[in-house]
C-alpha cells in the first residue's frame, strides 16, 4: 500500500540558508501534519492542513511557512536556518479530521544545518 | 489541559521477558490514544489505538495495550521481549477539539541478549 512520502530523505544545509521539504500523502488524504523532532526529543506539532487551508498552528517558528497544494501535497519551506533547525521533520497524512485510527507517518527527512 | 507522561526514559529487558511500558495521562475526559514505535533513523509506526471501543487493545507484533480511567493509564505490554523490539516508543494523546497529537517525551526499550 502507498504511504506517505517525504522528500528529500536527508538535507544539509548552512546556516542562514533555506530549505523545503515536501510531503506527498497517501492517495485521497486531504489532511497533512508537520512534525519537527529534535535530537532525542518528542515530536512536536508544527502546523497541519485540510482541504488547502491551514487546520491548526503549533510552535512553527515565523521563519517557516507551509501550504498544501490542489493535488494535496505539502511542503515546508524554511528560511533563515538557525543550527538548532536541525531535527527530524515528520509529516502524517489522514483522511478528513476526524481521525480516530491514527495517522500515517512518512520516514521523515533529516535536516542537518551546519 | 492535555498531557501525557511516559515514566520511564529507558527500559532493559532480557530478551524473552515481558515488557511494560508505562504511559499515564491527563484529560478533562477520555481521549484517543495511541502507541508508536520508531526504530533508530525510521519513521513513526502506529503499533495500537485506543478509542473508546474496548478497554484492552491488541497491536502489531505481540503489543498490547490497557485502558484504565481509574488509574488514567495506557501502559504497553508484551508478553515476551523480542531483540526486534529495541526502539524508542511514544505514549500519544490525540488533543480533544484539535486533530493534532501530545507526544509524550518518549521511552527507548533497550532488550538484552
Known amino acids: 500500500a502507498a504511504g506517505v512520502i517525504q522528500s528529500p530523505r536527508h538535507l544539509i544545509k548552512e546556516k542562514r540558508e533555506t530549505a523545503t521539504l515536501k510531503c506527498y500523502p497517501i492517495p485521497r488524504h486531504d489532511t497533512v501534519y508537520w512534525y519537527q523532532q529534535g535530537p532525542g526529543q518528542d515530536p512536536q506539532f508544527l502546523i497541519s492542513f485540510y482541504e488547502k487551508m491551514q487546520s491548526d498552528k503549533g510552535s512553527i517558528p515565523d521563519r517557516f511557512s507551509a501550504q498544501q497544494f490542489s493535488d494535496y501535497h505539502s511542503e515546508l519551506n524554511m528560511s533563515s536556518l538557525e543550527l538548532g533547525d536541525s531535527a527530524l521533520y515528520f509529516c502524517a497524512s489522514s483522511l478528513g479530521q476526524a481521525v480516530d485510527y491514527g495517522y500515517t507517518f512518512g520516514s521523515g527527512t533529516r535536516l542537518t544545518v551546519v | 489541559a492535555q498531557s501525557v507522561t511516559q515514566l520511564d526514559s529507558h527500559v532493559s529487558v532480557s530478551e524473552g521477558t515481558p515488557v511494560l511500558l508505562r504511559c499515564n495521562y491527563s484529560s478533562s475526559y477520555s481521549p484517543s490514544l495511541f502507541w508508536y514505535v520508531q526504530h533508530p533513523n525510521k519513521g513513526l509506526q502506529l503499533l495500537l489505538k485506543?478509542?473508546?471501543?474496548?478497554?484492552l487493545v491488541k497491536g502489531i507484533n505481540g503489543f498490547e495495550a490497557e485502558f484504565k480511567k481509574s488509574e488514567t493509564s495506557f501502559h504497553l505490554t508484551k508478553p515476551s521481549a523480542h531483540m526486534s523490539d529495541a526502539a524508542e516508543y511514544f505514549c500519544?494523546?490525540?488533543?480533544?477539539?484539535?486533530?493534532?497529537?501530545?507526544f509524550g517525551t518518549g521511552t527507548r526499550l533497550k532488550v538484552l541478549a
Open positions: 485506543y478509542t473508546s471501543a474496548a478497554t
Open positions: 500519544v494523546s490525540r488533543r480533544s477539539g484539535t486533530y493534532k497529537y501530545i
